[in-house]
């Protein structure tokens, strides 16, 4: 099945830091695609793939789960891991999640993380609901696009399969269990204005975390999809300032001035 115009996964061969970013549930590389340009116009290795069953249609994201996910990111992991000398991890919503896992899965490997408005659980009764509904109803109503910025689209799918949404469920319930594995420096960025995932997922995880070197910012005039909303300057901003603070040799490389 072919990828959806736009929703190809990136990558950028640079210097010896590695950022490897992960894109939420039922959508796909393009939400984070202008803020992987801008870490690889700073000299950064990075690396943006397409999750399993996201990007071409809803029908193929059926058959996936959160193993199909969390396998393809951890793999990824493991070969930036092997390319550079230090590697941070970057998610949005559930791709947040799968950051975190990785970094409570790999310890030093990661040397920090970065989330923006990261979910951490599936709200509402439909998340009572999905156990049963998922064998009587195939999908509910998509969840994309959640942007204040004009004329902006989120690739992704307007239909979500149930059986991948309790398999989030299950994941989300799993990485909870995982956080206070989680003690790596941590940037939390998070939309007080966000239709998809409530405050309280942030602050469940900040409440969670070992991290001691923690910082959140809030997006005040954007949505979930931050990454393509009026902060997105800023995300960006943020995250090279987060990395050349832990990465010495991306400073040195004068990447951090433009490269």
Known sequence: MPVLPGAEPYRHDGGEVGVLLCHGFTGSPQSL?????????????????????????????????????????????????????????????????????????????????????????????????????????????????????????EIGYDRVPLHAAHSLRNFFRLVDGELPQVTQPLLVLRSPQDHVVPAADSARILSRVSSTDVREVLLEQSYHVATLDHDADRICEESLTFVGRLAPSLGKEGTAAGG
């Open 33 to 153: 695609r202008p803020w992987a340009e801008y870490l690889a116009e700073h000299n950064l290795t990075v690396t943006l793939p397409l999750l399993p069953g996201h990007g071409t249609r809803w029908e193929d994201m059926e058959l996936t789960g959160w193993q199909d996910w969390y396998a393809e990111v951890d793999r990824e992991l493991r070969a930036l891991s092997r390319r550079c000398a230090q590697v941070f991890v970057f998610g949005l919503s559930m791709g947040g999640a799968l950051a975190l896992r990785l970094a409570a899965r790999h310890g030093d490997a990661v040397s920090g993380v970065v989330v923006v408005n990261p979910a951490n659980k599936v709200h509402g009764l439909s998340a009572y609901a999905l156990p049963v509904a998922r064998h009587v109803v195939r999908t509910t109503k998509g969840i994309t696009s959640d942007i204040a910025r004009p004329g902006v689209v």
